[in-house]
């Protein structure tokens, strides 16, 4: 039955992260273990954001830009970002979403390889990724071509002609880990700049993109970093890129904004890829968020990840082994980033009866559960709680009723 609860107690109670998920709004018996898709409500938010409507805006009017430094948010949040991910304080800014991030990044490198049309990038990345390069390839009228290969084939392809690799640093599906520096390495010898989505990887896994060498990086604000849904999203351009010339080129990435001149000059530094005016509201959701997350050990945050980990397949071995799941996720820790992911014919049914047993996680086309587990809130015995109730699913058959086969239009 339920071995080794005993264990599972212990854990929590050792835990040196355990005082964080008091700092969240969690309802009690919910197991919340999507905090990879959004993550969950800080509790210091809604005093933030209820403080910089009623004063910031309600009372400071135009005044907060400099009053309440609205103006400097996305570099001062930036820089707080970039000590979590190896970076240097300039070298990041937070803006846009990753989308758009990617564009300024994918768009900044390539201007630098002016001799090379490839923008290089797997199959199975994440679909927006893909989708702006499609895009670039559409904008630059014929001078760069998007490509694809399998997720084996990246390396491989590193030829002459390419002049942008874009990656997923931590697979948004099966949560395997690129080996960021290596991958790095390999490209540079090719010549060839690399861009990495860093979307599954902020707040989840320990990053030195210095230490790596690398060149650009986007990420999400909403997903580990808990900044809210539709959080402004980061982007890092190392030091040596700062003078690539931005294609988003808005006016809060020119140098003098405010002088209202007649032609584009970039900002120096990180700033030159804003564009247009912040998301006030969104960043200082954001900074909750961040900084929540900077007061985290990271290398603990980490230890703890790769525990939940192994109790998550360990209970799912012992409790669900005879129905059918197929890990999806390296079983290899060092390889997985903060998330398991199983395959299951069943496994969108699954997600929609886990949701009325209050174990929220999401489901990834075609059979994908995926379960994002988040160090600052989720306790070990959740997992041993989640994987139970997975159980009590398969074993009452409880994911077969009609309803749950209709998809909705957010997974
Ligand atoms: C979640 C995610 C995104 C999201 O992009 P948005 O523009 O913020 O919606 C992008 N890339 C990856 C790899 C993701 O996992």
């Known amino acids: 039955m339920k071995d080794g609860l005993a264990e599972v107690a212990d854990l929590d109670a050792r835990d040196p992260l355990a005082p964080f998920r008091d700092e969240f709004r969690l309802r009690d018996g919910l197991i919340y273990v ?3 898709s959004l993550g969950a ?3 210091a938010t809604a005093a933030r954001l209820a403080a910089t409507v009623t004063e910031e805006w309600g009372e400071g009017l135009i005044t907060s830009w400099l009053g309440a430094n609205w103006v400097g948010a996305p570099q001062r949040i930036g820089n707080k970002i970039a000590a979590l991910l190896g970076a240097k304080a300039g070298e990041v800014i937070a803006a846009d979403s990753t989308s758009v991030n990617i564009f300024k990044a994918v768009t900044a490198a390539a201007s630098l390889r002016p001799d090379r049309s490839v923008i290089l990038s ?6 927006t990724d893909v989708y702006m390069m499609q895009g670039i390839e559409a904008f630059s009228g014929g001078r760069l071509k998007s490509v694809t290969v399998d997720p084996d084939a990246v390396l491989d392809r590193l030829g002459a002609d390419v002049a942008v690799l874009l990656l997923t640093q931590v697979h948004y599906k099966s949560g395997l880990i690129r080996d960021m520096a290596e991958v790095t390495r390999r490209a540079h010898e090719r010549g060839v700049l690399v861009v990495w989505d860093l979307s599954h990887s902020a707040g989840a896994i320990e990053v030195d993109l210095n230490g790596a060498n690398a060149d650009f990086a986007v990420g999400c604000g909403y997903k580990f970093l808990n900044g809210g849904p539709g959080a402004p999203a980061f982007l890092f351009a190392a030091e040596r890129h700062h003078d690539a010339m931005p294609v988003l080129s ?3 990435g020119h140098a003098s904004p405010f002088t209202f001149e007649e032609d584009y000059r970039a900002a120096a530094g990180v700033t ?3 564009c247009g005016t912040p998301p006030v509201l969104g960043l200082a959701a ?5 900084d929540l997350m900077a007061r985290a050990d990271m290398r603990e945050l980490r230890k703890k990840s790769v525990r939940l980990g192994q109790l998550f397949i360990e209970r799912m071995t012992a409790r669900c082994g005879e ?14 980033g903060s998330q398991i992911s199983y395959a299951h014919p069943h496994g969108y049914e699954m997600v929609q009866a886990l949701k009325e047993r209050d174990v929220i996680g999401d489901f990834r086309a075609p059979d994908v559960l995926r379960f994002g587990l988040t160090p600052l809130y989720l306790r070990y015995a ?3 709680e989640a994987v139970e109730r997975l159980r009590d699913i398969c074993v009452t058959r409880a994911w077969d009723k009609p309803e749950y086969r209709v998809r909705a239009a957010v997974t």
Do not use: H, M, Q, Y
């Open 323 to 336: 129905f059918g799941f197929a890990l999806v996720s390296p079983a290899d820790p060092e390889l997985r």
């Open 250 to 252: 808005g006016w809060f």
């Open 41 to 43: 409500l800080p509790k």
């Open 382 to 384: 959740d997992v041993v």
């Open 34 to 36: 999507d905090g990879n």
């Open 286 to 290: 954001l900074e909750c968020g961040v």
């Open 272 to 274: 030159r890829f804003l």
């Open 122 to 127: 797997e199959t199975t990345n994440f679909p």
